[in-house]
C-alpha cells in the first residue's frame, strides 16, 4: 500500500498550498493528464475511489473514472456534493473542514444552509482549479473513496508533482 503525507489542518498553511498550485494553462488534455496521474497514483490504495475533473462555468465533465471495482453510486454523490462546495466558496472542501472543524451543525448554520446543507460536503477530497491571470476557479478535482484527508492529500500532491514538472 502506498503511503500519503498527512494534510495540514490550519487554514492558513491550507490556503497557501492551494494559491501555489496554479496552471499556466488548463485544457481537456491537462484534465486527461492530471486524471491519469491521479489515478495511478490510487492504485496504490487497497480502497476504490472516483476521480472527476470538470469546469465549473459549464459543468462540462472532461475526465471521470474510477480505480477498480467496488465504487457505489454513492460515491458519485460525495462528488457531486465536494464540487458544490468548492464551486461555492471557491476552496477546497478540506479548507472548509477544517475552518468549521468538520462541524456540519455550524456549517449549515454559519451559511444558512437549512435544508439544502445536504447539497454542499465538508470533507476533504475537493479542490479547486485556477489558471493563471484568470480570475476565480476555472475547473474542480474531486476525489472520493479513501478517507478525507487522503482524498485531498492526493490531489495536492499530484498536482504539485504534475505543476512543477512543467515549470
Known amino acids: 500500500m502506498s503511503s500519503i503525507a498527512p494534510p495540514p489542518r490550519d487554514i492558513k498553511t ?16 491537462t ?15 487497497p480502497d476504490p475511489a472516483v476521480i472527476n475533473i470538470s469546469l465549473a462555468n459549464s459543468n462540462q465533465l472532461l475526465f471521470h473514472s474510477v480505480t477498480q471495482s467496488g465504487t457505489q453510486p ?8 465536494k464540487r ?10 478540506w479548507y ?7 462541524d456540519e451543525a455550524l456549517f449549515t448554520a454559519k451559511y444558512m444552509l ?7 460536503a465538508i470533507h476533504g477530497g475537493g479542490f479547486p482549479i485556477r489558471v493563471k491571470g484568470v480570475e ?3 475547473g474542480v478535482i474531486v476525489v472520493s473513496g479513501l ?8 490531489v495536492v500532491e499530484t498536482l504539485e508533482n504534475y505543476i512543477n514538472n512543467r515549470s
Do not use: P
Open 96 to 102: 472548509m473542514h477544517n475552518k468549521l472543524k468538520g
Open 114 to 120: 437549512g435544508e439544502r446543507a445536504g447539497q454542499y
Open 136 to 138: 476565480g476557479i476555472i
Open 74 to 81: 454513492d460515491n458519485d454523490s460525495w462528488v457531486a456534493r
Open 84 to 93: 458544490a462546495t468548492v464551486l461555492r466558496w471557491g476552496c477546497s472542501t
Open 14 to 29: 491550507i490556503a497557501e498550498v492551494e494559491k501555489s498550485l496554479i496552471f499556466s494553462s488548463f485544457t481537456a488534455d
Open 31 to 45: 484534465a486527461w493528464e492530471v486524471g491519469n496521474a491521479l489515478r495511478s497514483r490510487l492504485l496504490d490504495f
Open 147 to 154: 478517507k478525507q484527508e487522503q482524498d485531498h492529500q492526493v
